[in-house]
């Protein structure tokens, strides 16, 4: 039970991860500057 | 005929005193109609046929209190024949406002500059040419302490009120069309001169002067509309309006006019930027400052905690605490070797190096927030405009020191297109702070008791950068001259410590953060393809699919002294993220922990895949070759172009490839005494295409005019 719970948090984790990267916003995580894009990042 | 010259000025501006000296015991005293308010006439003492009247001392024309009102009704009922604006030049902007105010009026207006002295004791001067000029009326220095320049004031006056041409201040566009279109709509309602004055009280909405204008329901109607429209055009309201367009005037004039003795004097600032952007020491100030800077942060401070951070919680507290809470929990093998040699291999493998990273990051903050980095592009364009690039190229690679995607989009301030191109592509050389861990990985584990091998990746970069530059600028695609760089330079002043801890603060955050998200993934995926093959069955990872795949590309970085599959591995997964070049490491070599320490416990793990050498030369190409994924991305949409995001990645991967290759050719021979081979000899053939590259002569000439092709298209050549 432990082994699923942990696999559904840690895929589905990656997963939310990989949509965000492929969404564009993932490489403002990187950045840490306080563009416009990260504003709306930020709002949204 | 007696001519009437009113006395306007701010209280205390030696109004009093000049109408004392003018009229000497000529004068007659009463009180203004209504008020208690004093009210002094006299006649000039050289000329009786002169009336010179006093009105009460007013910072401004406003309808408030009564020393304005009767002011205003004196000025516009009675009309004299000039207006002596009586100004304290020691504080000019405040008496301006009324100034301006008083040329709205449609008089003449003559100003007499009071205190002179006084300005002078302040280290200022007043240009009263350029005032004369900006405000379109006569200024006359004058002096009521040593009674000098009051003759030159009467006859000033006189003349102008003889030859007045009606001069307006001007303001913005917007509300000189405004104030043209009420102008229109009063039509004959008003006197032609008085016109303007009565439509800037119109605008500012000023019932006390302009309730007795009879204005048709229609011209109301107008005027209202009019104020409405430009109340929306400035999102103001119109006095608001007003009051700004008369204070950024008095701005222009203040510029115009007034210079300060210190404009002269060097200050704090100047006296560092003479040292610091000098000529000569710029730029082995800056290199010390950067040796300065990675030796404390990578090399000696940041080690202490590293130390403590790899040993001793990601090499005992938290494996041992995260193993026994899945035992406890009865979870499966296969998950418990995923979070364990996977995740926290993995992103424990860089979350280690943040007590360096941090360090860097408070260092650069400090520089930052004490305004030298800005100096830096000063600095370097200098150096840049010597191979057709100038400093404002430089600022993109300033902010790739952060990271490299925003310091690709910043090169969109770059107007030529090929000085832009040639950024985007050079700009990534820069070591961003995802290659930190790297750099402090090489310099801690394998020259722990150098201080140079830290700040010298920054300088592979800068050098890279720069005969990147050079030789690239020579190309027939991306030559051309540099373009002007002028930039302020802020002054110097103490590192704020709230500023400095919030920045350092935001870019560890952002480093966990990653940490926590890109990282963590691909520790994911590499701990699987390290631990099965194809078949999906558990193996050894030297039979894993990550082996497999490693093998067929690594003998490609044979020559490059890492022919290794583990090596060739974590260079490619550093495309997804620089970090991850560590975490794969971190996976591949099971106790990371040890990597970063100063001892034999180094050697015994990663003597197998590399010499001093090897890990100098892997170094110089993970720092010099592609980006990761998103600095692509970001060098894709600046280019525009795939053929030139292709040419970029390309040239990037090619560059790091022939510095590598040199590094560990040449560096086998000298520091390793290995043998000449057909490596070596290869080693020197590339170094001098390189340098071929780089000293050959530009591609296309130099479309550009001076006075030597001038000459000698002129003599016919």
């Known amino acids: 039970m432990a082994t699923i719970i942990l696999g559904i948090f840690i895929f589905g984790f990656s997963g939310w991860v990989i949509y965000r990267q492929f969404k564009g916003n993932g490489s403002c995580d990187a950045c840490n500057l306080d563009c416009n894009i990260k504003q709306k990042q930020d709002k949204s | ?717």
């Open chain 2, 1 to 717: 005929m007696e001519r009437q010259f009113a006395l306007v000025g701010n209280p205390n501006s030696g109004k009093t005193s000049v109408f004392n000296l003018l009229t000497g015991a000529n004068q007659s005293v009463g009180n203004w109609p209504g008020v208690t308010i004093e009210r002094k006439c006299g006649r000039l003492k050289e000329d009786n046929k002169i009336n010179i009247h006093d009105l009460p001392g007013i910072y401004s024309m406003s309808p408030y209190t009564p020393e304005e009102v009767i002011t205003q009704e004196y000025l516009i009922k009675n009309k004299p024949e000039a207006i002596i604006n009586i100004v304290d030049g020691s504080h000019l902007e405040r008496n301006l406002y009324l100034t301006i105010q008083l040329l709205e009026t449609g008089l003449p207006v003559v100003i007499g500059m009071n205190m002179m002295d006084v300005v002078k004791k302040s280290g200022r001067k007043i240009n009263l040419d350029k005032l004369n000029y900006g405000l379109g009326t006569p200024v006359v220095g004058i002096s009521a302490l040593k009674n000098t320049g009051l003759t030159q004031l009467i006859s000033t006056t006189a003349k102008e009120a003889a030859n007045f041409s009606h001069e307006y201040p001007e303001y913005s566009p917007q509300l000189e069309a405004a104030l043209s279109e009420i102008i229109g709509v009063l039509g004959n309602t008003v006197p032609k001169e008085q016109a303007r004055w009565y439509a800037i009280k119109l605008f500012e909405k000023d019932a006390l002067n302009t309730k007795h204008l009879k204005l048709s329901p229609f011209q109301e109607k107008e005027i209202t509309e009019i104020i409405k429209i430009t109340e929306k055009v400035f999102d103001e309201e119109s006095d608001a309006i007003l009051v700004n367009e008369r204070y950024e005037l008095i701005s222009r004039l203040i510029s115009l006019c007034m210079i300060q003795d210190s404009d002269f004097k060097l200050s704090m600032s100047d006296k560092v930027d003479r040292i610091v952007t000098n000529r000569y020491l710029a730029l082995p100030i800056f290199a010390l400052v950067m040796w300065g800077i990675y030796y404390l942060s990578i090399q000696t401070v940041g080690t202490m905690a590293t130390d403590w951070v790899n040993d001793r919680l990601f090499g005992e507290i938290v494996p041992v605490f995260v193993e026994n809470l899945l035992v406890s929990w009865g979870v499966a093998g296969w998950m418990q070797a995923l979070i364990l040699d996977g995740i926290i291999a993995g992103v424990g493998a860089v979350l280690g190096f943040l007590p360096q990273i941090t360090v860097l990051f408070l260092c650069l903050a400090i520089l930052e927030d004490c305004g030298y980095m800005s100096r830096i592009a000063f600095v370097m364009d200098r150096l840049f405009r010597k191979f057709g690039l100038s400093g404002k190229s430089f600022i993109p690679m300033l902010i790739a020191t952060g990271c490299g995607v925003p310091g690709v989009m910043a090169s969109r301030t770059i107007e030529n297109e090929n000085d832009r191109r040639l950024t985007v592509m050079v700009t990534t050389f820069m070591p961003c702070s995802a290659k930190l861990p790297i750099i402090a990985l090489i310099a801690g584990a394998f020259f722990p008791n150098s201080s140079w091998v830290a700040p010298s990746a920054y300088f592979i970069g800068m050098t890279a950068i720069v005969l990147s530059g050079i030789a690239l600028k020579k190309t027939q695609a991306l030559g051309g001259k540099p373009a002007p760089f002028i930039m302020e330079l802020p002054s110097y002043h103490l590192p704020q410590i709230k500023n400095i801890f919030m920045q350092t603060w935001n870019r560890v955050i952002a480093f966990i953060k990653k940490a926590g998200t890109i990282i963590l993934v691909s520790s994911i995926l590499i701990w699987f393809m390290s631990s099965y093959n194809f078949s999906l069955q558990e193996v050894p990872e030297d039979s894993s699919i990550l082996a497999a795949l490693g093998r067929l590309i690594a003998p490609l970085f044979s020559a490059l002294g890492w022919g290794h599959w583990k090596g060739a591995v974590a260079s490619i997964t550093g495309l997804v993220a620089k970090e991850n070049v560590i975490s794969t490491f971190g996976i591949l070599y099971g106790n990371l922990e040890s990597l970063s320490e100063n001892g034999q416990e180094v050697w015994n793990i990663v003597q197998h895949d590399f010499s001093p050498v090897a890990a100098y030369s892997f170094l110089a190409f993970n720092l010099l070759c592609a980006p990761c994924f998103a600095a692509i991305g970001a060098i894709h949409r600046e280019m525009g172009q795939v053929k030139w995001t292709l040419i970029t990645i390309g040239y990037q991967c090619g560059l790091a490839y022939a510095v590598s290759f040199l590094i560990y050719q040449f560096g086998s021979v000298i520091f390793e005494q290995a043998p000449l081979t057909f490596g070596t000899l290869t080693a020197v053939v590339v170094l001098f295409l390189l340098i071929y590259f780089v000293v050959r002569k530009p591609s296309q000439k130099d479309s550009s005019f001076n006075m030597d092709t001038l000459t000698l298209i002129e003599e016919g050549k």
